[in-house]
């Protein structure tokens, strides 16, 4: 039972444009969402969050975009860049720590 | 400072040996997780230790799966007769109790191979 979705594997982006990677949820109990980002043979690295109180949060290039009603969250990268080359990783959770439900990842590549 | 280590790094193992993986997290870190990632799947919650509390082991997948924190700091995770399914990228994390949620600082994981 995966309550957490990242339906694209992969996506392709030109340098300077904008990524967008999504992800869905069924679990409505989840209050706070997450999404990492991780390289080949490192761990993965917190990115930004959202509280389900609020329905946008941006830090620098990185936007996060909450739907409760739809379940659904996105990530926004503005502008693009080759570094950001890596999986990102959306996880959700229902409580002030505790375990975190990670979706399946979604391999970002962004070509100059 | 240091970051969140594992050892080892890469792990083969025969299928029906038992494994034991070591996570050392971040120095006054009081919360600890396990995760494991199989190929072409997400992360998923094996156990999480928080202070003196009783661990959180929903998430471990059969009997033949264990772990302990020793001193409220490093922590192993013990697998039992091994089996193919168990190989995996097995991660290591750690958070301070207290901050912001989602600030788990993952370690660079253990390559399980069973075979």
């Known amino acids: 039972d995966q309550q957490v979705k990242q339906n694209s594997p992969s996506l392709s982006v030109q340098e300077g444009r904008i990524s967008i990677l999504n992800c869905d949820y069924t679990n409505s109990m989840f209050d706070y969402f997450l999404w990492y980002k991780k390289y080949p043979a490192e761990g993965p690295t917190f990115l930004i969050s959202?509280?389900?109180?609020?329905d946008k949060n941006e830090d620098g290039r990185f936007t996060v975009f909450l739907n409760k009603s739809a379940k659904h969250l996105s990530l926004h990268i503005v502008p693009s860049q080759p570094g950001d080359s890596a999986v990102y990783f959306c996880a959700a959770a229902y409580n002030q720590g505790g375990k975190l439900i990670f979706g399946q990842g979604t391999e970002l590549s962004v070509k100059p | 400072g240091a970051g969140v280590s594992q050892s080892p790094s890469n792990k083969v193992t025969e299928k029906g040996k038992d494994v034991e993986l070591r996570c050392d997290p971040i120095s006054g870190h009081t919360a600890l997780y396990w995760y494991r990632q199989s190929l072409g799947q997400g992360l998923e919650f094996l156990i999480y230790f928080q202070g003196n509390s009783a661990p959180d082991k929903s998430g471990l997948p059969s009997d033949r799966f264990s772990a302990e924190r020793t001193g409220g700091s490093v922590s192993t995770l013990t697998i039992q007769r091994t089996q193919q399914e168990d190989s995996a990228v097995y991660l290591c994390?750690?958070?301070?109790?207290?901050?912001?949620?989602?600030?788990?600082?993952f370690g660079p994981g253990t390559r399980l191979t069973v075979t």
């Open positions: 994390a750690s958070s301070l109790e207290g901050t912001r949620l989602g600030e788990q600082y």
């Open positions: 959202i509280s389900s109180i609020k």
